[in-house]
């Protein structure tokens, strides 16, 4: 059996035009010589099961990060709580940070070590949470993470030694992450995986086009060069798998669901109950008058769509998990949802999470051994092709 040595990293919102030698020469450099495609980024929030196991929303049961579901909601002493606190006050404050670590708690006693790491509020309004629980709760080496094996329970059934160095586990400061990997790689790895997150966050609050987000490129490429220096002197044969689960868009406009929803007479929680992503509405429908009132109101909203059949079987979401969405209103291209769960005050700069035809939305996937497919490939490509070049095959547990 073979035993090739691969370094995968993920870039967070590192998009597919961003690689040139002004920005990042060490990438640039690698997809000269190797590959560079780009990748379309599932209808999902949480991208994990894409990447790690090649899997889609309607495959991995897992979507966006919070999902209906208040049997198993870890918020549920939120129903009891007054709709003062969500005002934003010194008091709200303390609540809110009072419930995140009741809900952390929650979570560990269920055994979701995923979700207990990384659990929070959002800006999620209080009397709403105790619908919610998260979508993915469990760590991406977790047998039950996914419905078939991932890449690194691949590798633990061959022996093969690995490094996840990433989310939600590890801090993704770029300084941080680069100091980790060159003091815990080891010859004996076979895989490691790391994950840069400034750049996602530099992108959503100056916008993709900012010095700011040039700036933490560039940490990056730096940091990632010296680490795929120390990977090379561990293992002779090292391959270079680079991508960005997503792009950045320029965000130009904002539009307000929430308060075409209050114009109807309906009431939430009852009649229905709506998730605002900040590019999609997510709604369940607990009366079927609701139904035809909202989707009569959304359809003569500006600045987005409904989800239509087709789209369904265009984004993998048919079959899908009813607690992922019912019905789906999505934002056109630059546009948010706005207020929304995670943005209720300042709009930001730079988003994803639109059609996976939006170009500005892609990622770049660059490979050292030329081994990449070209184009734009949904972001599950990159497991079949990590497989690869770690000399696993392309399916099964067994290559």
């Given at each position: 059996?073979?035993?090739?040595?691969?370094?995968?990293?993920?870039?967070?919102?590192?998009?597919?035009?961003?690689?040139?030698?002004?920005?990042?020469?060490?990438?640039?450099?690698?997809?000269?010589?190797?590959?560079?495609?780009?990748?379309?980024?599932?209808?999902?929030?949480?991208?994990?099961?894409?990447?790690?196991?090649?899997?889609?929303?309607?495959?991995?049961?897992?979507?966006?990060?919070?999902?209906?579901?208040?049997?198993?909601?870890?918020?549920?002493?939120?129903?009891f709580?007054?709709?003062?606190?969500?005002?934003?006050?010194?008091?709200?404050?303390?609540?809110?940070?009072?419930?995140?670590?009741?809900?952390?708690?929650?979570?560990?006693?269920?055994?979701?070590?995923?979700?207990?790491?990384?659990?929070?509020?959002?800006?999620?309004?209080?009397?709403?949470?105790s619908?919610?629980?998260?979508?993915?709760?469990?760590?991406?080496w977790?047998?039950?993470?996914q419905?078939?094996?991932?890449?690194l329970?691949?590798?633990?059934?061959?022996?093969?030694?690995?490094?996840?160095l990433?989310?939600?586990?590890?801090?993704?400061?770029?300084?941080?992450?680069?100091?980790?990997?060159l003091?815990r790689?080891?010859?004996?790895?076979?895989?490691?995986?790391?994950?840069?997150?400034?750049l996602?966050?530099a992108?959503?609050?100056?916008?993709?086009?900012?010095?700011?987000?040039?700036?933490?490129?560039?940490?990056?490429?730096?940091?990632?060069?010296?680490?795929?220096?120390?990977?090379?002197?561990?293992?002779?044969?090292?391959?270079?798998l680079?991508?960005g689960?997503?792009?950045?868009?320029?965000?130009?406009?904002?539009?307000?669901?929430?308060?075409?929803?209050?114009?109807?007479?309906?009431?939430?929680?009852?009649?229905?109950?709506?998730?605002?992503?900040?590019?999609?509405?997510?709604?369940w429908?607990?009366?079927?008058?609701?139904?035809?009132?909202?989707?009569?109101?959304?359809?003569?909203?500006?600045?987005?769509?409904?989800?239509?059949?087709?789209?369904?079987?265009?984004?993998?979401?048919?079959?899908?998990?009813?607690?992922?969405?019912?019905?789906?209103?999505?934002?056109?291209?630059?546009?948010v949802?706005?207020?929304?769960?995670?943005?209720?005050g300042?709009?930001?700069?730079?988003?994803?999470?639109?059609?996976?035809?939006?170009?500005?939305?892609?990622?770049?996937?660059?490979?050292?051994?030329?081994?990449g497919?070209?184009?734009?490939?949904?972001?599950?490509?990159?497991?079949?092709?990590?497989r690869?070049?770690?000399?696993?095959?392309?399916?099964?547990?067994?290559?």
């Amino acid at each position: 059996m073979s035993n090739e040595h691969l370094l995968m990293v993920l870039v967070d919102a590192l998009r597919h035009d961003k690689v040139r030698p002004e920005h990042a020469p060490f990438l640039a450099e690698v997809a000269a010589a190797g590959s560079a495609g780009a990748t379309q980024e599932v209808f999902a929030g949480q991208l994990r099961p894409a990447f790690m196991a090649g899997l889609f929303p309607n495959e991995s049961g897992v979507g966006h990060l919070f999902c209906y579901d208040p049997a198993n909601s870890p918020f549920k002493a939120a129903r009891f709580l007054p709709g003062i606190f969500d005002r934003w006050t010194p008091l709200s404050w303390r609540v809110r940070r009072a419930l995140t670590a009741m809900a952390c708690r929650a979570e560990a006693r269920r055994g979701h070590r995923g979700s207990a790491s990384y659990c929070y509020l959002a800006e999620i309004p209080l009397r709403r949470l105790s619908l919610f629980a998260f979508s993915e709760t469990d760590l991406p080496w977790e047998d039950r993470a996914q419905p078939r094996p991932g890449l690194l329970s691949i590798l633990s059934a061959h022996c093969r030694p690995w490094l996840h160095l990433g989310y939600p586990v590890v801090d993704q400061r770029t300084s941080v992450l680069t100091a980790a990997a060159l003091s815990r790689i080891r010859a004996s790895h076979s895989f490691v995986f790391l994950h840069y997150a400034e750049l996602d966050w530099a992108g959503h609050e100056h916008g993709p086009h900012s010095p700011e987000v040039h700036r933490a490129l560039r940490a990056i490429d730096e940091g990632l060069e010296s680490v795929w220096r120390h990977a090379r002197s561990l293992w002779p044969d090292a391959k270079l798998l680079v991508f960005g689960d997503h792009g950045m868009v320029e965000v130009r406009g904002e539009v307000n669901v929430e308060a075409a929803l209050g114009e109807l007479p309906l009431r939430h929680g009852r009649d229905y109950v709506v998730f605002l992503d900040s590019t999609v509405a997510r709604f369940w429908f607990l009366r079927e008058p609701a139904r035809a009132r909202i989707t009569e109101r959304l359809e003569a909203l500006p600045g987005g769509r409904w989800l239509s059949p087709g789209d369904f079987d265009e984004l993998h979401l048919r079959g899908g998990r009813r607690e992922n969405g019912e019905a789906f209103w999505v934002v056109d291209e630059g546009t948010v949802i706005m207020p929304s769960y995670f943005q209720r005050g300042i709009r930001p700069a730079g988003m994803h999470g639109y059609h996976p035809s939006v170009s500005d939305n892609w990622g770049a996937f660059i490979t050292s051994d030329g081994s990449g497919p070209e184009g734009a490939v949904p972001l599950t490509e990159v497991f079949p092709v990590a497989r690869a070049m770690l000399g696993l095959g392309s399916s099964g547990v067994l290559p």
